[in-house]
Nanobody, 127 residues
């Protein structure tokens, strides 16, 4: 069983930076992929970035490439999302997720019920 706790959200102006953290308890090593999702008001939750624990390979949605960086501290079992040059369209509740890599299909989950989720952290970017 894996428990995930996010932190680091907040309110910031356009162009600013925030770093989200997701502290994991339980095994998230080899065989697991972890990622960040976001849900804006009135929209579906969508994948933003993913990292493969085994080789630390990463993937991103096009709209955040070059601005966001996902990373994982395997020693402390913490997932990060460094967000730079934030834009109002990045405003959303951000969730971290962990699941066996075969549950993932790119930045989507084949079945969200098979993933572990954090409680979410709000990021608000004002113009």
């Amino acid at each position: 069983h894996v428990q995930l706790v996010e932190s680091g959200g907040g309110s910031i102006q356009t162009g600013g930076s925030l770093t989200l953290s997701c502290s994991a308890s339980g095994y998230t090593g080899s065989g697991y992929c972890m990622g960040w999702f976001r849900q804006a008001p009135g929209k579906e939750r969508t994948g933003v970035a993913k990292i493969v624990s085994e080789d630390e390979s990463t993937s991103y949605i096009d709209s955040v490439k070059g601005r966001f960086t996902i990373s994982k501290d395997n020693a402390d079992n913490i997932l990060y999302l460094q967000m730079n040059n934030l834009k109002p369209e990045d405003t959303a509740v951000y969730y971290c997720a962990a699941a066996r890599c075969f549950i993932w299909d790119g930045l989507r989950l084949r079945d969200e019920a098979f993933a572990y989720w954090g409680q979410g952290t709000q990021v608000t970017v004002s113009s």
